[in-house]
């Protein structure tokens, strides 16, 4: 009921644009920030900056991909967007990573908009078109696998940039954002091109119109779509989580304040070496089945962390290597499980709108992210943990005990969502072949 099996080089080659789409992300959540705050504009200025571009950035992700699900091209449905995102792209990194100085509020935020209108266009676009490269359970997963783990080998690069800088040149803050934003402007067409010209697009089947209460009623009552979505929710505030006190839990309690970045390396290239075995076990076992075990393992090695004494630098990267090979496998595969859920609305709506499932996976991820700032910060204070004060250690232990245990209990709700998922193999093949038939009818009356 699916095309022919894809080849590796075909997959790769759709999956390399994710190479500067995390190569663009990290740094506006890491290094960008700060690096505005000390310009002059203020830490106050910038996060509200930052915050009403997030906020704009969630209100277009759905008009974004409902627009998307409805423009049909002799090129498809998802390239043209793909190719428009990136001089919007290139135009708006350039400004934000190598602003002429000096700089303005005002600035900052129209060129901050842009970027992640241009950012929103290029990613559900990417996602979309994976899910409509192929019918089959098992390419899904391989496709959005190969996606992840170009998405990790970008942040990767992205993350060497300054320490390679730093060892060639003195180099401040301005020169290696400046060196981040050049890998982006360079490597973002050179991908793009090679993925849109030599991966076509399937043909898009026949469509229905479908109203706004209509559409609505299907969404509300897919239950699949909902346990997708909660699942995504809380496996990006688990990483939320564990993400903002990083720097806290490495410097303060774990006592490694120069090797923080050291040991975030280690775990992201952890977690690329795990991306081919989770794609492996989830064409022996399944998808969802994949994900419990992946979420299983990360609520084990977590705990570990409370045996790790202070300063033991290499007890810190095992178990935190540990931990980053679980953190590939939940994104990839709950965006391989909704391309499968979208065959459900197919099948119901007579539409295949993959841009706008696509585009409430990102917002729900957003939220989670969003979420878990708003809800550990607060919990720093009330705990009494200060970065610039000497901590106790009933301070200390209840960061601990935060980073350890708040993501689990976001962690086991996810694995109580996807248990038992009626969406199997089987079960996507059914609804395959349904599709099928019902678009031989369609091409029957036409």
């Not at 990360?298 to 290597?321: E, K, Q």
Request: proline share 7%.
């Amino acid at each position: 009921m699916s095309d022919s099996k894809l080849n590796r080089q075909r997959i790769i080659a759709f999956a390399l644009p994710a190479i500067p789409i995390s190569a663009l992300g990290l740094p506006l959540v890491v290094y960008v920030p700060p690096f505005y705050s000390e310009l002059g504009l203020g830490l106050s200025v910038v996060g509200n900056i930052f915050a009403l571009a997030r906020l704009w950035d969630i209100i277009t992700d759905p008009i974004l991909g409902t627009v998307s699900d409805r423009w049909t091209t002799r090129i498809g449905r998802r390239r043209p967007w793909i190719i428009l995102s990136v001089p919007l792209l290139m135009a708006s990194a350039y400004a934000i990573f190598l602003p002429t100085q000096p700089v303005s509020a005002p600035y900052l935020l129209v060129w901050l908009i842009l970027l992640y209108v241009g950012y929103t266009m290029l990613s559900i676009s990417h996602m979309s078109w994976g899910a409509e490269l192929s019918d089959d359970y098992h390419d899904r997963a391989r496709v959005q696998g190969w996606r992840e783990f170009s998405l990790i080998f970008g942040m990767l690069a992205v993350l060497a940039i300054p320490a390679i800088v730093q060892q060639t040149q003195d180099a401040n803050s301005m020169v290696q954002l400046g060196a981040m934003g050049w890998f982006v402007v360079v490597t973002l067409p050179i991908t793009v091109a090679v993925s849109v010209w030599t991966v076509p697009e399937r043909p898009t089947p026949p469509q229905s119109g479908i109203g706004f209460v209509k559409s609505a009623k299907i969404l509300a009552r897919n239950h699949l779509l909902q346990r997708v979505l909660g699942a995504n929710f809380l496996t990006g505030l688990a990483p939320g989580v564990t993400g903002s006190i990083y720097i806290f839990f490495i410097s303060d309690v774990m006592a490694l304040p120069d090797w923080s970045s050291a040991i975030l390396l280690m775990y992201f290239l952890a977690s690329l070496i795990g991306v081919p075995g989770w794609i492996w076990l989830s064409c022996r076992i399944g998808k969802h089945q994949t994900f419990i075990v992946a979420m299983v393992w990360m609520c084990f090695v977590l705990p570990l962390l409370l045996w790790v004494p202070p300063g033991n630098l290499g007890l810190n990267i095992l178990v935190n290597a540990l931990y980053g090979v679980s953190t590939a496998a939940s994104p990839f595969l709950l965006r391989s499980i909704l391309a499968d859920v979208t065959d459900w609305d197919n099948l119901q709506s007579g539409s295949q709108r993959t841009g706008l499932y696509y585009s409430l996976l990102m917002m729900s991820n957003k939220f989670g992210y969003a979420l878990a700032v708003g809800v550990v910060y607060p919990v720093l204070d009330w705990i009494g943990y200060s970065p610039e004060v000497e901590n106790t250690a009933e301070t200390l232990l209840g960061l601990k005990h935060l980073f350890v245990f708040a993501p689990i209990l976001a962690i086991l709700p996810a694995v109580a969502l996807l248990w038992r998922f009626p969406l199997n193999v089987q079960a996507q093949q059914a609804l395959r072949r349904q599709l099928v038939e019902r678009d031989v009818l369609r091409k029957g009356n036409s």
